[in-house]
């Protein structure tokens, strides 16, 4: 299990997916007013807080429904214990989150088993949030090798680094929905899905609602689907509830409470 998070996590860091082809015209070799055109567009089409250097909060799982998408039924005394069972996560960019435990209830018999895959847990998300959620696609227009114009108004970019082959295909607005990406250890396929925010303001365009991966290693297939809400702490929007479904394996829900967020130094002259 901890190892098909962690491959959901390598798969985040560099995105992409192929569709068939619909050119209408392709620009080879990238010009760089077409690549800074399309690397601007895509970074504004929806809300990344690129500024945001750190989240710490308090995580609460929803064990009830763990279990029942297990089909199992714990013990009265379990569920308890797991109920009362207080997580902390300080997560910082580019960092594996520190997990921290409090058993109020008192500890179960596989106390060590389960600290260690919630925390395994916490940090394939977390690197897919940094990664995908919290960064944009392409950084620069650097990064883009060619520039496919679709017929329907889309575009489709290729990229590629360290033996890793990536086409991002956005809609007619720009806005990334689809990723491919082909290494020699992992083949994946990766749609996004994106939902308004609530009350619009500058700084606050649409915001990142879902992620369905479809990960392919040697003859393994995995299906991972992440969806997220949002809340608002200190000019952010963060992560406040969070379901990760590994289809065919288990369905886990957490809420993020109690957050604080750390800044870039330069936010503060920022917002």
Not at 243 to 257: E, H, K, N, Q, T
Request: aromatic letters at 8%.
């Amino acid at each position: 299990m901890l190892l098909l998070l962690f491959a959901s996590a390598l798969v985040a860091q560099q995105p992409a997916r192929s569709l068939k082809s619909e050119t209408s015209k392709v620009t080879e070799g990238a010009p760089s007013n077409d690549s800074a055109l399309a690397a601007d567009a895509i970074r504004d089409s929806y809300y990344h807080p690129d500024k945001l250097a750190g989240i710490d909060c308090a995580v609460s799982v929803d064990w009830p429904s763990f279990f029942n998408a297990l089909k199992a039924t714990p013990a009265t005394d379990r569920l308890q214990a797991l109920q009362g069972l207080k997580v902390k996560a300080q997560a910082t960019r580019d960092k594996n989150p520190e997990v921290t435990f409090d058993w109020v209830g008192g500890p179960i018999d596989n106390k060590q088993q389960l600290e260690d895959g919630l925390k395994q847990m916490l940090g394939g998300f977390y690197q897919l949030y940094w990664s995908m959620v919290a960064s944009p696609p392409i950084a620069s227009s650097a990064e883009i090798s060619k520039v496919e114009h679709l017929q329907d108004g889309g575009i489709k970019i290729y990229s590629s680094s360290q033996n890793t082959n990536i086409v991002i295909i956005t809609d007619k607005d720009r806005i990334p929905n689809h990723y491919t990406l082909k290494s020699p250890a992992i083949n994946a396929e990766v749609d996004v899905h994106y939902i308004a925010s609530p009350k619009p303001v500058p700084g606050d365009p649409r915001r990142i609602s879902g992620i369905d991966e479809s990960i392919q290693m040697g003859t393994s297939t995995i299906n991972v689907n992440v969806n997220l809400d949002y809340q608002a702490v200190e000019g952010f929007y963060i992560p406040e509830h969070v379901s990760y479904d590994l289809v065919g394996a288990y369905s886990i829900s957490m809420d993020f409470s109690g957050c604080s967020v750390s800044k870039t130094v330069s936010q503060a002259a920022v917002k």
